[in-house]
């Protein structure tokens, strides 16, 4: 009975004796001083409804719902009103919470480019981008195991490398790819390193590319 009445009180309002409100006021009014100065010194520039309908063309299709059972489809599909109602909402959003302000009164500075969970985000071209980076690092990690000897004639045999390279090599190598999905110039040029990695690694750099396929138990970058 203690742990249904208390999971039961948590959700209802208390007083607690020991609990400052003292504090909780003062930062209250703190919270309200600093929207309020902020709302004088920044207007806030209102959405359109045609950027809302942009943004959401950019979403990935065919992925999985989200915990409250809504796709990008449903986004995307939802009519006027929804977009109507995700302009309001948005707008609201940035009215309140979103200052481009620090303790110093500047603006907060933007960046052209940025890595977030090893993906390289940048305006323009992320495909692009992600696969130079993922490549760099591949490259890295190949030399890095030059020491075991992973460099081809006269190293470690077929099967060992190809197994180290499906171990360290691929995985970086193809790293967020099911995001950021390559396609065109990019897709070809990962595909170009990918091979000259496995003619490399078997010693046999003018082998026709079904045979080296063949040979090293690999399947194509984009299969």
Known sequence: MGWKHH???????????????????KIEQEYIDITDICRGMFQH???TENEVEEALKLLNLNKSLDIFGISTENLLYGGPSLIHYLKELLDSTFRLFIYQMNRNNSILPTFNEATHIGICRIDDNLCKATIEENLKKSRRTLYSLIGVGLYGENGLDPQTSMSIMNTYIIPIMLYGLEIVIPTGKCLETLNI?????????????????????????MLPVEA
Do not use: C, G
């Not at 046999?204 to 138990?217: N, R």
């Open 45 to 47: 520039q209102t959405i």
């Open 193 to 217: 390193q990918f091979k000259k990695k496995l003619k490399q690694l078997l010693s046999l750099p003018k082998t026709a590319d079904p045979a080296i396929y063949i040979v090293s138990v």
């Open 7 to 25: 999971f039961e009180n948590l959700t209802k309002n208390s007083i607690h004796e020991h609990f400052d409100n003292k504090y909780q006021q």
